[in-house]
C-alpha cells in the first residue's frame, strides 16, 4: 500500500505547494477573522442606527399623528395613518389602546384585532420585566421576514385629559414594524463585495508568493538539486552562484566548498591512479620478464643436463658394461660391485631425465600444449586409479608459444593441487577457441572447497598456487574463474583474448 494518499502526493512531492498552502492558510485565517469581526461591527452599527432611525420614526408619526387625536379628527388621523402606511419599509403601523386592541392601522388593517402578548412576536419585549423592555427589537414575522419592531408608548398629557382620566398614566401604544430585507439586502452584498476582495487579495498574494518563490526559493533550490543529482552520478558540476547571503546561498556555498575539495581529490586520485596503473604496468612487464627468463633459464639447465650431464653418464654407463664385461667371469665380488654401479647410473639418469620434463619437457615444444599435458599427467598419475582425459578437438591449431608456456604452468600447478587435496577419481581438460577468445577448463569430481576461503592475497601460502596462476593468466588480459562448492567437485575456468597476445 503506498505510505502517501493519492489526494496528499503533490503537496508531499512540491515544495512549492508547501509554501502556497502556508500563505493562503495564515492568509484565509486572518482575513476570515477581520472579515467576521469588520462584518459584525457593521451590522451592530447598522442595528443602532436603525434602532435610533426606528425610534425617531415612531416618534415623528406619533407628532404627526398628534394634531388629530387632540382634535378628535378620525378622518384627519385616518387620513395621515394611510399616507405614512404606503411607505413599502413601514410593514405595520398599528394604534393599540390600553387593552392591546388595533383602533387604527392604515386603511383600516387589522383594526379590531387584539394582540396577544403571549404571541412569540411579542415574547422578545413581554417576557421581560416592564423596567427592562426596550423600545425596539429585531422580530421574526411568521412568514420569516425579520422586522424591526419600535413600540412607542402614548402617554396620557395634559391636552389629552380632556377627554381622559388624569388617573390614566398611558392612552395607548404606537407600534411600528420597519422591514429589515433592505437593510439585510445591503449587508449581503457588502458581505459579498468584502468575500470577492478577501478572495481576490488571496489570489493576487498567492500568485505574487509565488513567482517570488519560483524566483528566490524554489530556482534556486533546483539548481542544487539538479547539481547534487550530478555529483551523485559521478559528475562534478560547475560552481553554483552563491550571490545572496541566506540559507539557500550559504548552502550553496558549502555545495561549492565541497565540489572544490572534491576536484582537489579526483585531480589527486588521477594521478595517483595513473601512478598506479604505470606501476602496474612496469610490474607486469617485470613479472612477463622473470616469467620468460626463468623459462629460458629452465630451458638451459635442462639442454645442459641433456647434452652434458647426460652424454657423461651414458658414456659411463657403457664403460662400465664393457668393463664389466672385460673382467673375469669368476670375480664374483667385482662384478656384483659394477652392476650395482650401472643401476645407480641408470636410476641417476632416470632421475636426471624426469628433473629435464619437470624444468622444461620437450614435448611441449616440441608437439604442443596437448602433448605436454598428457605426458605430464602419465607422469603426475601413474600407479593411481585416477582417470584423465583431454578434449581439444576445437584447438585445430597451436597457440603462440608463450601462451602455451604459461598454460602448461596454469594446468601443471591445477593438477598439482587436485592430486593433493581434491581426493579426486576423474579429472578432465577441455580447451576450446572461438571467436577470438581462447578457454581452457581443468576440472575434478573431488570433494571441492569454498573459493572465498581461500585469501589471494600473498599472505597464506594455501593460496599461491591460485595466485600465480591468476597472476600468469592477467599477463595476457584474461581471467580466472574458480567455480567449486564443498562436496560437487571443482572447475577452473581460463578466458584468453587472443588478439591481446596477437594471436587471432
Keep these: 500500500m503506498s505510505p502517501n494518499p493519492p489526494s496528499s502526493g503533490l503537496f508531499n512531492r512540491s515544495l512549492r505547494a508547501k509554501i ?10 486572518i482575513l476570515g477573522s477581520f472579515t467576521a469581526i469588520q462584518y459584525n461591527r ?5 442595528l443602532r442606527n436603525l434602532s435610533f432611525l426606528a425610534a425617531q420614526t415612531g416618534q ?12 378628535r379628527d378620525r378622518e384627519e388621523l385616518q387620513h395621515t395613518l394611510d399616507s405614512i402606511g404606503e411607505n413599502n419599509m413601514l410593514r405595520v403601523i398599528y394604534l393599540l389602546d390600553t387593552s392591546g386592541r388595533v383602533v387604527f392601522a392604515p386603511k383600516n388593517e387589522g383594526v379590531g384585532t387584539r394582540l396577544d402578548n403571549r404571541d412569540p412576536t411579542c415574547q422578545p419585549c413581554h417576557k421581560l420585566s416592564p423596567v427592562e423592555r426596550p423600545k425596539s427589537v429585531v ?8 422586522v424591526f419592531r419600535s413600540m412607542n408608548p402614548i402617554e396620557n398629557q395634559s391636552p389629552c385629559q380632556a377627554c381622559h382620566s388624569p388617573n390614566d398614566r398611558l392612552l395607548g401604544l404606537l407600534l411600528t414594524d420597519i422591514s429589515m430585507t433592505p437593510l439585510e439586502s445591503s449587508l449581503a452584498s457588502d458581505f459579498r463585495e468584502t468575500l470577492l476582495w478577501w478572495l481576490a487579495t488571496i489570489l493576487v498574494t498567492v500568485l505574487v508568493a509565488n513567482q517570488a518563490v519560483g524566483r ?17 552520478q559521478g559528475q562534478l558540476p560547475p560552481p553554483l552562484p552563491a550571490t545572496q547571503p541566506d540559507e539557500i546561498g550559504s548552502l550553496a556555498n558549502v555545495f561549492n566548498t565541497m565540489t572544490h575539495q572534491l576536484r582537489i581529490r579526483a585531480v589527486e586520485n588521477r594521478r595517483l591512479s595513473d601512478k598506479l596503473q604505470r606501476q602496474s604496468y612496469q610490474r607486469g612487464k617485470l613479472l612477463e620478464r622473470l616469467i620468460t627468463a626463468q623459462e629460458d633459464e629452465r630451458k638451459r639447465v635442462a639442454r645442459e643436463l641433456h647434452d652434458e650431464l647426460g652424454q657423461t653418464l651414458a658414456g659411463l654407463s657403457f664403460k662400465v658394461k664393457i668393463l664389466e664385461n672385460s673382467i673375469n667371469r669368476e670375480a664374483d665380488n667385482t662384478q656384483e660391485q659394477l652392476s650395482q654401479i650401472r643401476s645407480l647410473i641408470t636410476q641417476t639418469s632416470d632421475r636426471m631425465y624426469n628433473l629435464i620434463i619437470a624444468l622444461r619437457p620437450s614435448a611441449l615444444d616440441d608437439l604442443g600444449l596437448v602433448a605436454a599435458l598428457n605426458a605430464h599427467a602419465d607422469r603426475m598419475l601413474s600407479g593411481s586409479d585416477i582417470s584423465f582425459e583431454v578434449d581439444a578437438r576445437e584447438m585445430a591449431e597451436r597457440l603462440p608459444p608463450n601462451l602455451e608456456t604459461a598454460l602448461y604452468r596454469i594446468f601443471q600447478e591445477a593438477l598439482s593441487n587436485i592430486i593433493r587435496h581434491a581426493n579426486a577419481r576423474k579429472i578432465g581438460v577441455t580447451l576450446v577457441r572461438h571467436n577470438g577468445v581462447f578457454e581452457g577448463k581443468i576440472f575434478d569430481d573431488g570433494q571441492g572447497f569454498t573459493p572465498n576461503s581461500i585469501q589471494l592475497d600473498g599472505q597464506s601460502s594455501r593460496g599461491l598456487g591460485l595466485l600465480g ?3 600468469r593468466v592477467s599477463q595476457f588480459g584474461g581471467q580466472l574463474d574458480i567455480i567449486s562448492r564443498p562436496g560437487s567437485g571443482t572447475s577452473i575456468v581460463i578466458q584468453i583474448p587472443l588478439n591481446e597476445v596477437g594471436y587471432e
Design 20 to 29: 502556497t498552502l502556508s500563505v493562503i492558510l495564515p492568509l484565509v485565517i
Design 42 to 46: 457593521h451590522r451592530e452599527a447598522v
Design 60 to 71: 415623528v408619526i406619533e407628532n404627526s399623528l398628534q394634531q388629530a387625536m387632540l382634535s
Design 139 to 146: 422580530v421574526t414575522l411568521p412568514d420569516g421576514q425579520r
Design 216 to 232: 528566490f526559493v524554489i530556482g534556486r533550490l533546483k539548481g542544487l538539486a539538479a547539481a547534487i543529482s550530478d555529483l551523485g
Design 469 to 471: 596462476m591468476r597472476e
